[in-house]
């Protein structure tokens, strides 16, 4: 074997040991961003079922903001990503109805608020829900649960069926629809403002 041959090999070498290297290097790297941003800030979210036709989709791949939360309460009419309170291993996601210290009265077909601010109750009107509130439920809130429903109310599994979500089971909101590509945005599920009329 001649020097020149040698040297070719030892090079070939150096350039595996060096792709190596490199590939271990960015490896860290990415998991050194990826993995904190999973465990405390977003993760991926993918819809099952059709709870919430016609604002979130069978299969439709969201991204779940997991931080904002911490710095705010959550808003009557924002949507919520959380676990089951029957069964934690469980993800759901559904729309904030009724706050912390609230009265939540579902009533022929209309869903009913009353707070301090409105003690004789307001009825909630609401252009996202995809069909009528069924259901006779009157739930009072505790300081650390909410009321939510599904945009689909008929087939929906929701705070009427299963009580109050508490605090301490909410994940997060969805912050960004990636797919399918012809309903990708950003805050998907957002409305402007959640109107209310009289009781």
């Known amino acids: 074997m001649n020097d020149n041959t040698q040297r070719d090999l030892t090079e070939g070498e150096e350039k595996k040991v060096n792709f190596l290297a490199d590939l271990i290097k960015y490896a860290l790297i990415a998991a050194v961003i990826v ?70 009265i579902v009533r022929d077909g209309s869903v009913i608020v009353m707070n301090t601010e ?45 009580g109050p979500l508490p605090k301490k089971d909410v994940i997060g909101r969805p912050i960004v629809r990636l797919l399918p590509l012809s309903r990708s945005g950003l805050f998907p599920g957002t409305v402007a403002s959640t109107t209310i009329t009289g009781s």
């Open 35 to 104: 993995i904190p941003i999973r465990t405390w800030i977003a993760q991926p979210f993918v819809v099952n079922g059709s709870s919430m036709d016609n604002t979130f989709r069978n299969g439709e791949y969201l991204i779940v903001d997991e931080i904002s939360y911490r710095f705010r309460e959550p808003e009557r009419g924002e949507v919520l990503v959380f676990r089951y309170p029957e069964n934690p291993s469980k993800y759901f996601i559904k729309r904030l109805i009724g706050l912390p210290g609230e009265t939540v």
């Open 118 to 162: 409105n003690p004789e109750g307001f009825i909630l009107r609401e252009p996202y829900a995809d069909s009528r509130t069924f259901g006779n439920v009157a739930i009072d809130l505790s300081e650390d649960e909410y009321f939510v429903l599904g945009d689909n109310r008929i087939v929906s599994s929701d705070s009427r069926i299963w």
